[in-house]
């Protein structure tokens, strides 16, 4: 018995950890979506609880976030809770990472990202006029 109670609290531990959103990343809804992303680099990370390569990306992601908050804005978006921006977006495997330029979307990535990856192609997107 108390080998499961170990196992769960480790889980419910992991899974806090990994979708609790720092200050550096914005949780972003259908309703405030299209003002979110409308000025500036914004990068997006489409995730759901369920998905074990989100838990990976998250603490990724939220790194980077923290490195770069002075060159771009981060945002998490649910795919369970909003539906409709990831048929919009064409989001059918997670995580997919969405970078958008003043509203307009700038580059894709789909599957688990490291943070070099990441970084590099944000500061790429920043230097294009």
């Not at 806090?16 to 720092?22: D, N, Q, V, Y």
């Not at 943070?115 to 590099?120: A, D, F, G, M, N």
Request: proline fraction near 2%; glycine fraction near 4%.
């Amino acid at each position: 018995m108390k080998k499961y109670i170990h196992i769960i609290f480790l889980f419910l531990c992991t899974t806090l950890f990994a979708f609790t959103s720092g200050d550096d990343v914005q949780i972003m809804s259908e309703s405030t979506f299209q003002k979110d992303i409308k000025k500036g680099i914004v990068v997006v990370d489409f995730w759901a609880t369920w998905c074990g390569p989100c838990r990976m990306q998250a603490p990724i992601f939220e790194n980077v976030a923290q490195e770069l908050k002075k060159e771009a804005s981060f945002g998490k978006v649910d795919v369970d809770k909003n539906r409709l921006l990831s048929e919009l977006y064409s989001v059918s495997s997670i995580p997919t990472i969405i970078i958008f330029k003043d509203g307009q979307l700038a580059y894709r990535i789909e599957g688990l990202t490291d943070k070099k990856t990441l970084v590099s192609t944000i500061k790429e997107i920043k230097a294009k006029k």
